[in-house]
């Protein structure tokens, strides 16, 4: 396929900072990238000419991309369509690239439909009886707090309250805490289109051990079935031949991965957004039933997942923009959820805002199939931190922010009583 030249000799809109277009998600970017994003909505899409992708930001444009069917989430068609893009895994990529291939987050109809129907079927049962252990570890974990004089929100909150949850949903109850904490971090740096190859390798190898972790347990549940995701999945492989042998433990490790760091980020970068808006804080504090609010409103106003990418399967035009068949698209969620054409006084927090049609668990037939048991989550932890810590306050100076920018969130969050 032919590639036009960026600019605008190409007809493309291209914005330039200091001789570029703004990069959202370079490390300049990492504390605050709501700046750029301002900037990349004052126009429609535009064309990166150092990654050769476009840029969707403003909501209206995000939403079409994300519902319209010409747009593709199959890395499998992608690799068809420019074979040269994607060369065969090196040896010491191959557990990851294995596991990236059978996510059916990364497939389109009919095989993301069947899979995703799947795991919805496995996750159902279990949503009351999850509720009921959140609440109570949440209320576990604020005590032990209480008995400390503080808490780091995200290493003695977040952490164990995501950790403890998916394990228990998914079944993996012998896998190793230090593995899959350091595992979802690096399939986080993965995403990260700057992420070194160090970093791949270490997602790759840490990859293959919670596999064989994994797969043990599987094993188990062969002999003795479990009503826990794990186990329904292998009765849906075994009785229904519903997913395949080789789908079944990556299906497993989507839910394990995107639950887990999801919901971190999403507690953490909300209690860094209420701590620093003391107004609002104290204004949950006052009304807990403004929880379900909060929450929507925290998820929009710094959302844990900012990009999607979708590739064109044919040309396509995109509020004013054409879109190449081939051509790849980001989808900037965080951008999105601070449009001003969408939302009134889009960067201010405000839990009482009644307009909550975000996208920070994207939209269409790839919508996060976790997103319910995210906001019974951040519900339950946003609730109980209300309640029985109203005075928590920021440990000034001392919160940080990882050097992760697609998936966004914190490594500390140290907060007093």
Same mark, same amino acid.
């Given at each position: 396929m032919e590639t036009q030249p960026p600019g605008e000799a190409s007809g493309r809109p291209v914005i330039r900072a200091l001789g570029k277009t703004p990069d959202p998600f370079s490390a300049?970017?990492?504390d605050n990238p709501y700046a750029v994003y301002a900037r990349?909505?004052?126009?429609?899409?535009?064309?990166?000419?150092?990654?050769?992708l476009w840029l969707f930001s403003r909501h209206a444009d995000c939403l079409e991309v994300l519902a319209n069917p010409r747009f593709s989430r199959n890395i499998a068609s992608a690799r068809k369509r420019r074979p040269q893009d994607y060369p065969p895994p090196p040896e010491?990529?191959?557990?990851?690239?294995?596991?990236?291939? =059978?996510?059916?987050?990364?497939?389109?109809?009919?095989?993301? *439909?069947?899979? #995703?129907a799947v795991t919805k079927r496995a996750l159902?049962? #279990?949503?009351?009886?999850?509720?009921?252990?959140?609440?109570?570890?949440?209320?576990?974990?604020? @005590?032990q707090a209480r008995q400390r004089g503080g808490m780091d929100v995200i290493?003695?909150?977040?952490?164990?309250?995501?950790?403890?949850?998916?394990?228990?949903?998914?079944?993996?109850?012998d896998l190793d805490e230090g593995l899959y904490q350091h595992w979802a971090l690096c399939l986080a740096r993965c995403a990260d289109a700057s992420a070194p190859?160090?970093? #791949? $390798?270490?997602?790759?190898?840490?990859?293959?051990?919670v596999h064989q972790a994994l797969q043990a347990a599987?094993? %188990?549940?062969?002999?003795?079935?479990?009503?826990?995701?794990?186990?329904?999945?292998?009765? &849906?492989?075994?009785?229904?031949?519903?997913?395949?042998?080789?789908?079944?433990l990556p299906t497993c490790m989507l839910l394990l991965f995107g639950g887990y760091d999801t919901s971190v980020n999403l507690i953490g970068n909300g209690m860094l957004a209420l701590m620093e808006h003391r107004a609002q804080w104290e204004a949950l504090c006052a009304e807990p039933s403004r929880t379900k609010g909060a929450v929507e409103e925290v998820l #929009? @106003?710094? *959302?844990?997942?900012?990009?999607?990418?979708?590739?064109?399967?044919?040309?396509?035009?995109?509020?004013?923009?054409?879109?190449?068949?081939? $051509?790849?698209?980001?989808?900037?969620?965080?951008?999105?959820? %601070?449009?001003?054409? %969408?939302? $009134?006084?889009?960067? &201010?927090?405000?839990?009482?805002?009644?307009?909550? =049609?975000?996208?920070? @668990?994207?939209?269409?037939?790839? =919508?996060?199939?976790?997103?319910?048991?995210?906001r019974i989550e951040a519900q339950s932890a946003f609730g109980t931190l209300a309640r029985e810590l109203p005075q928590l306050r920021l440990v000034p100076g001392a919160w940080k922010r990882r050097d992760t920018a697609v998936f966004r969130g914190l490594t500390t969050l140290p907060c007093q009583l």
């Open positions: 300049q970017a990492l990349l909505l004052e126009q429609p899409a535009c064309w990166s000419a150092e990654s050769q010491a990529l191959a557990a990851l690239s294995a596991m990236h291939n =059978q996510w059916f987050l990364l497939m389109d109809p009919p095989d993301h *439909t069947r899979l #995703r159902g049962p #279990r949503m009351k009886e999850l509720a009921i252990h959140i609440q109570a570890l949440a209320e576990s974990l604020v @005590f290493s003695e909150f977040a952490m164990p309250l995501a950790r403890s949850t998916l394990r228990q949903l998914v079944g993996a109850d190859l160090g970093v #791949r $390798e270490a997602a790759s190898a840490a990859t293959r051990e599987v094993t %188990r549940r062969r002999q003795s079935r479990r009503t826990d995701v794990l186990g329904l999945l292998v009765a &849906a492989q075994e009785d229904e031949q519903a997913l395949s042998e080789e789908e079944l #929009r @106003f710094d *959302t844990p997942l900012q990009l999607v990418s979708r590739m064109a399967q044919e040309d396509v035009d995109v509020g004013g923009t054409h879109v190449r068949a081939g $051509e790849w698209a980001w989808v900037l969620l965080g951008a999105a959820n %601070r449009d001003p054409r %969408r939302f $009134e006084n889009p960067d &201010a927090l405000d839990i009482q805002r009644t307009d909550l =049609q975000h996208l920070a @668990f994207g939209h269409g037939i790839h =919508q996060c199939v976790g997103a319910a048991l995210g």
